[in-house]
């Protein structure tokens, strides 16, 4: 088993910047890839960014060059820095945890990012 615990949500201006944490704990031996995924009110949940345990990225076009995905180890967490936030990157922000098998899914409880224009 695996817990993650997102943290640093909130309510920003448009322009503004935050830093969304999350942090795993429990059999987090086997985390291949972290990743953060977002959920706007009545639209699907979608890959915001991703990061492997060799350090690679990915990002969703909407968000390239304005978020920035990392890992401390040390701590075991996993942050979002978000630059530049608009109005449509209001959304429930989720921490997902992948392993080497399909079993090995787990989710964050999300935390709330409100932009106001």
């Known amino acids: 088993q695996v817990q993650l615990v997102e943290s640093g949500g909130g309510l920003v201006q448009a322009g503004g910047s935050l830093r969304l944490s999350c942090a795993a704990s429990g059999s987090i031996f086997s985390i291949n890839a972290m990743s953060w995924y977002r959920q706007a009110p009545g639209k699907q949940r979608e890959l915001v960014a991703a990061?492997?345990?060799?350090?690679?990225?990915n990002y969703a076009d909407s968000v390239k060059g304005r978020f920035t995905i990392s890992r401390d180890n040390a701590k075991n967490t996993v942050y979002l820095q978000m630059n530049s936030l608009k109005p449509e990157d209001t959304a429930v922000y989720y921490c997902r945890a992948l392993g080497p098998v399909v079993e090995y899914d787990y989710w964050g409880q999300g935390t709330q990012v409100t932009v106001s224009s």
């Open positions: 990061i492997t345990s060799g350090g690679s990225t």
